[in-house]
């Protein structure tokens, strides 16, 4: 150890006989280093030095002192930890007595220099304290040494310190918690960590001010910290056997990590690279990397190549469960609220129509004119039209409930005349939670969806009615949808033989809807 | 029906929002529990509690709150024409999951975000609730992040930053009439508005709380938007001048790009293709130079062609070469503003520098010290031992230091 001391300081020589050429008020300095290490090696004697622990900082602080104050060169200590297997020079025996001070030693460390020793000494190599010594020894003659990071031995000590943040860093991040249970209403936690450099202690306040309002208990090899709620206490090191094996909120974590990954971007090597694989063995979430990473390009050329027709499932993955609101009045209520009159609209907000368990479920476009003086839904031409075809196809009135899409009267005024406008894909969109809602409050076996508008708002996208009419098709919640035209349809043909056949055709579509419903 | 478990909504409405690249939770006050005895504290840095696959960090639970949306915005898998599966969060759902994660240590906070339902006031509403019952109700003191609607009511505005560390309003696309085009509910006027008021309040609550220390916080974090590269035909300078605009009339935090990623259940009105992955890097590789650089846009832009950034080398390489009457440039002599145009050298390089070379006249073995790689710098710099001589003029120049094309592919 005194070899690689004694190494340090030549190339710090050289380092500095190569770059203070050009400052002479600093070459003074230069020449009190080679007086001193000339003294330091003429004593030839080896001092070793046994620190308490490999965290006793404080020790090292102490001893560094009072070896400056006697000025030891640095090849002259052996830096030696309580309990560490026996290394080092057989002619340092035993603790050496360091020498009394020279008379009117100054030591002098720059505050900044302390800080980065003090983070560096919880480095795991063993040659750490005698680095250290090193460098605020030179430091007493070149009080500037840890401004030049051209400096192999700051160089050195600089990397060790940004080792160690970095440990602390992802001690920081990837410690997990386990409950172990409540004590006196505060809830224990429990984690297994094993970090690189001797830091356990060093976390501990972090880990305090974080988790103040809970009991845990940090366990590493090599020490323990726990906190109660009062004080942070250390302890002796453990095994991962002290940690409780799973914790019912892991599921959950494993459920997020899997699901917020975006399987277009994989890239592994930035992610080994932030997370490197000797921490895998304790994070909960490591063992959906590989499976991921494996299925990620397969689910990603799938999403490339899928055709976008629409499906005959749609609605399928509508599947939020459960309705909002108590009753369909408080629907009402909240949903007049919310959807304000906006231009073009009539102030009237026309609810549904029906009996809360319907079977069958319709669904039109908007109120009409009618139905806006009246202040209720199908009571208008079209809907005399609905109930003349409903009871055709033998279906009761008591067991359908009838909606709208839009629940407001889009019109222009023409003279005197209010005409009927069809609401905007967006505005038929901007109600498709409320319906769904209102589905959700009634349960209806079989949806029918009356016209385009009614379509878009039950499927989320356009369907063409000529296509998907005449078949059911599976909705949320068991449910089945059928689409066929809106009544206004039947009511605007122009010739009396296309008016029949148009006619039986909605009947037949009814008549599915009630075979479906019974 | 089958009642969805929290464990299969918190599926439905991460997949939902991870297509939103932000997840920082650096740059907030600092924070601690030792006098409320809550749960919670912020330091200033950030910290990644883990990594996705795609190289990504996860610092935060990001949710949406419901992926229900009354809008159709073109770019996005939770517009009210897509097909996926749907779920809504209640406010104490939301709470709870945060809290149990929390605990764990496996987030730094919260980032939640929502579909439109109902209406966008309502919504916000529901945010604000989930981030006061945090803060008041739990003694949180983790960072939260809350993604505001711009069609809401201002005044809910106002009690968000109230709770939250960070706000923030998604431009989503670099022009209005893109906006118009891909988001016809929204209106590219009014997310400026909003932007401009809350940078406005952000400001504000900051000299307030210089005069008095007990001064009410306003989302301390600042406020950040996302814009997504690819999904329009913009072009990066078209990108990079709306970032510029937003980073000086807004006081933005940042500006987050994010490459369109193929979406289940696709718009017909989109690219079908893999995302532009190196784009978004060049992006955020430009978006760097312009806010600690002390690049303008128009100087980014001579590194490209056509008002796009070139794709092969990294975006300040690429103005060197085009301007190499600038150098060689001594390092021993140059001042900050210089050395910061240097390929190859980053702030904390140049930091390191200027403290090593008043030691004395710095050489190559002393820059090799200081520095990641001298590979790209060498050609433009000169030492008291090195000389680019012709190197520097050398048309073979930009060959050499362009990478190698598979390490261009990302994956």
Redesign the interface.
């Given at each position: 150890m005194g070899g690689a001391a004694s190494s340090l300081n030549r190339h710090a020589e050289l380092v500095s006989a190569?770059?203070?050429?050009?400052?002479p008020s600093v070459r003074e300095e230069e020449w009190t280093l080679k007086q001193v290490q000339g003294d330091g090696t003429k004593g030839g004697e080896l001092l070793r030095i046994t620190l308490a622990s490999e965290t006793d900082i404080a020790g090292w602080r102490d001893k560094a002192r009072a070896l400056l104050a006697a000025e030891v060169a640095p090849d002259r200590v052996i830096w030696d930890v309580e309990g560490r297997a026996a290394t080092g020079d057989l002619l340092a025996q035993g603790d050496g007595a360091i020498p009394p001070p020279m008379p009117g030693a100054k030591l002098r460390i720059a505050k900044e220099l302390l800080t980065t020793i003090e983070t560096a000494l919880l480095h795991r190599d063993e040659e750490r304290f005698a680095l250290a010594y090193d460098i605020v020894f030179r430091a007493q003659r070149q009080p500037?040494l840890h401004?030049?990071?051209?400096d192999?031995g700051i160089?050195r000590l600089n990397a060790y310190a940004k080792s160690v943040r970095r440990d602390i860093?992802k001690m920081?991040?990837?410690?997990?918690?386990?409950?172990v249970g409540e004590q006196a209403a505060r809830?224990r936690?429990v984690?297994w960590f094993e970090p690189d450099h001797h830091i356990t202690e060093a976390v501990a306040p972090?880990f305090?001010?974080?988790?103040?309002?809970?009991d845990w208990l940090i366990v590493t090899p090599e020490a323990s910290i726990a906190w109660d709620?009062k004080a942070l206490a250390t302890g002796p090191g453990g095994s991962r056997a002290d940690v409780p094996g799973e914790?019912a909120?892991?599921?959950?974590?494993r459920?997020?990590?899997?699901?917020?990954?975006?399987?277009?971007?994989?890239?592994?090597?930035?992610?080994r690279a932030?997370?490197p694989v000797k921490y895998w063995k304790n994070?909960p979430?490591a063992e959906l990397?590989a499976p991921?990473?494996r299925s990620?390009a397969g689910r990603?050329q799938q999403?490339?190549e899928?055709k976008?027709a629409p499906?005959l499932f749609?609605g399928e993955?509508?599947?939020?469960?459960?309705p909002?609101f108590g009753s369909l009045e408080e629907l009402y209520e909240?949903?007049a609220k919310?959807?304000l009159p906006r231009k073009g609209f009539s102030d009237r907000f026309i609810p549904g129509a029906g009996p809360v368990g319907a079977p069958l479920f319709f669904v039109g476009e908007q109120p009409g004119d009618v139905e806006d003086q009246e202040g209720r839904a199908f009571v208008g031409p079209a809907g005399q039209l609905l109930d003349t075809a409903l009871e055709k196809a033998g279906i009761d009135r008591d067991r359908a409930f009838v909606t709208n899409a839009v629940k407001r009267f889009r019109f222009q005024q023409r003279g005197k005349r209010r005409i009927h406008q069809t609401p905007t894909?967006?505005e038929i969109?901007?109600?498709?939670?409320?319906l769904?809602q209102e589905r959700l409050l009634v349960e209806p076996k079989v949806i029918v969806a009356l016209g385009s508008s009614a379509a878009r708002a039950l499927a989320?996208?356009p369907l063409k009615i000529a296509q998907w009419r005449g078949q059911p098709l599976d909705y949320?919640?068991?449910a089945k949808l059928v689409v066929t035209v809106h009544p206004s349809f039947l009511l605007r043909l122009p010739d009396e033989e296309g008016k029949r056949i148009e006619r039986e055709k909605f009947v037949r579509d009814l008549e599915l809807a009630r075979e479906l419903a019974a | 029906?089958?009642?969805?478990s929290?464990?299969e909504k918190?599926?439905?409405l991460?997949?939902a929002?991870?297509?939103d690249a932000s997840c920082t939770s650096s740059g907030s006050v600092k924070r601690?529990?030792?006098k409320?005895?809550?749960?919670?504290?912020t330091?200033g840095m950030g910290?990644?509690?883990?990594?996705?696959?795609?190289?990504?960090?996860?610092s935060l639970?990001?949710i949406l709150m419901t992926n229900?949306c009354?809008?159709?915005c073109h770019y996005c898998i939770n517009r009210?024409?897509?097909?996926?599966?749907?779920?809504?969060f209640t406010v104490q759902e939301v709470v709870d999951?945060t809290l149990?994660?929390y605990?764990?240590?496996?987030i730094e906070g919260l980032f939640l975000s929502s579909g439109i339902?109902?209406?966008p006031?309502?919504t916000m509403e529901q945010l604000v609730e989930v981030a006061r019952k945090l803060r008041v109700e739990h003694?949180f003191?983790g960072y939260i992040h809350l993604k505001t609607i711009p069609e809401a009511d201002p005044d809910l505005m106002t009690e968000a930053g109230r709770y939250a560390d960070r706000l923030s309003i998604n431009i989503e696309l670099p022009d209005d009439r893109a906006i118009a085009a891909y988001a016809?509910?929204k209106s590219g006027k009014r997310i400026r508005k909003t932007m401009a008021t809350l940078g406005h309040r952000i400001g504000e609550a900051k000299v307030e709380r210089k005069a008095n220390r007990k001064a009410p916080l306003f989302a301390p974090g600042g406020h950040s938007t996302q814009m997504i590269v690819g999904a329009d035909p913009s072009n990066d300078a078209k990108i990079l001048t709306t970032s510029s605009g937003l980073y000086g009339s807004y006081g933005l935090k940042r500006v987050y790009y994010s490459?369109f990623?193929?979406?289940?259940?696709?718009s017909?009105r989109l690219p079908?293709?893999?995302?532009p992955?190196i784009r978004e890097h060049r992006l955020y590789q430009a978006d760097w130079l312009l806010r600690f650089y002390g690049f303008t846009v128009g100087e980014i832009l001579e590194g490209g062609e056509g008002g796009h950034l070139d794709l092969a080398i990294d975006p300040k390489l690429a103005w060197a070469l085009k301007n190499r009457g600038g150098f060689p440039v001594d390092l021993n002599r140059a001042d900050r503003e210089t050395l910061l145009r240097v390929p190859g050298l980053g702030t904390k390089g140049i930091g390191?520098i200027l403290?090593?070379r008043?030691?004395?006249?710095?050489?190559l073995g002393?820059l090799e010290?200081?520095v990641q790689s001298v590979r790209k710098i060498l050609p433009f710099v000169t030492l008291a031992d090195w000389h680019p001589g012709g190197r520097l003029d050398s048309l073979s120049l930009r060959a050499r230091l362009t990478p190698p094309a598979e390490q261009m592919e990302?994956?």
């Open positions: 190569s770059t203070l050429q050009s400052v500037k401004r030049n990071p051209a192999s160089k860093h920081h991040a990837f410690v997990r918690f386990r409950k809830e936690f984690a972090f305090r001010n974080r988790f103040t309002g809970m709620g914790d909120v892991e599921g959950e974590w459920a997020y990590y899997g699901h917020i990954f975006n399987p277009a971007r994989l890239k592994m090597d930035a992610m932030e997370m994070l979430e990397i991921l990473a990620s990603t999403m490339l899928e976008k499906g749609v993955t509508q599947i939020e469960a459960k909002e909240a949903m919310a959807d894909a967006g969109d901007m109600h498709r939670w409320w769904d989320g996208k949320a919640g068991d | 029906m089958a009642v969805l929290r464990s918190l599926a439905i991460a997949d929002a991870k297509y601690n529990s030792l409320s005895g809550g749960i919670g504290s330091t910290i990644c509690h883990s990594y996705a696959p795609d190289g990504r960090c996860i639970l990001k229900y009354m809008f159709d009210t024409s897509s097909n996926v599966r749907r779920a809504t999951l149990d994660f605990k764990r240590n496996y339902i109902r209406s006031d309502w003694k003191g016809p509910e490459a990623s193929p979406i289940p259940d696709a017909s079908v293709a893999a995302p992955l390191k403290s090593a008043r030691f004395g006249a710095l050489r002393d010290r200081l990302l994956f």
